[in-house]
């Protein structure tokens, strides 16, 4: 990858200011956000106990976590690029949630196979995939598209975006150690630093 592309100390530096800036929205939105993940793990578990609608409830459950990733990827969208984000920011993007469903569904089957065949396949497509959710929103692509491009827009970037990637994953890994508060502020900041590396490679690659 060029030099230039992106640093991630920059990616995070940006994300940090850009989360300061509409930290009470943030916060907010995190909250809600948690509280449906708290109902969604509830439902995992107690489907668990009733094989026969497991199935069908494991579905709602990945729906869910769908849903609260694709309010952060478009929340971090908007404040990337226009440097504020509001609920009416929002609205006009859920109709592209069922793509983004789509996609949520290919990316997560393609990672348990990937992480069955001995890791290293599951952690190469975590990053080339990864960029998916900012296309399907971002550039209103179909979910199946949104993972090609993916894979195309991080080619010659892999060693970068996967050190990058970690570095996200140590940040919300340190928000959970401070009694699972921290992530109210870890996970939108890491949500806009990738918004803001996705834009960098998509300024890159994409016409």
Same mark, same amino acid.
């Given at each position: ?12 530096? @940006?994300?940090?200011? *850009?989360? *300061?800036?509409?930290? &009470?929205?943030?916060?907010?939105? %995190?909250?809600?956000? #948690?509280?449906? =993940? ?15 609608? +497991? ?5 709602? $459950?990945?729906? /869910?976590?769908?849903?609260?990733? !694709? ?25 592209? @949630?069922?793509?983004?469903? /789509? %996609?949520?569904?290919? @990316? !997560? ?8 065949? =001995? /890791? ?8 080339? =995939?990864?960029?998916?959710? +900012? ?7 179909? %979910? ?10 991080? *080619? ?7 050190? @990058?990637?970690?570095?996200?994953? $140590? ?8 009694? #699972?508060? &921290? ?15 996705? *834009? ?8």
């Amino acid at each position: 990858m060029t030099a230039d592309t992106f640093r991630i100390g920059e990616a995070l530096s @940006f994300g940090w200011d *850009r989360f *300061r800036a509409n930290a &009470g929205f943030l916060l907010l939105l %995190g909250l809600v956000l #948690g509280v449906l =993940l708290v109902v969604a793990n509830g439902l995992q578990r107690a489907a668990a106990a009733a094989p026969p609608v +497991f199935a069908l409830v494991y579905l709602l $459950v990945l729906a /869910i976590n769908a849903f609260i990733s !694709f309010v952060f990827v478009t929340a971090a969208l908007e404040i990337e690029k226009f440097g504020s984000v509001s609920l009416d920011d929002l609205a006009p993007h859920l109709p592209r @949630f069922f793509q983004y469903f /789509i %996609g949520y569904l290919l @990316f !997560f089957l393609a990672l348990m196979i990937g992480y069955a065949l =001995l /890791i290293l396949p599951g952690v190469y497509l975590s990053v080339k =995939l990864f960029f998916y959710m +900012f296309l399907v929103v971002d550039k209103k692509m179909p %979910g199946v598209d949104a993972l090609k491009l993916s894979y195309d827009m991080t *080619r010659g970037h892999f060693g970068s975006l996967l050190c @990058f990637l970690l570095s996200l994953i $140590v940040i919300n890994m340190a928000g959970l150690m401070l009694f #699972g508060i &921290g992530v109210l502020l870890t996970i939108p900041l890491t949500f806009i630093a990738a918004a803001y590396v996705y *834009r960098k490679l998509a300024e890159k690659s994409l016409p």
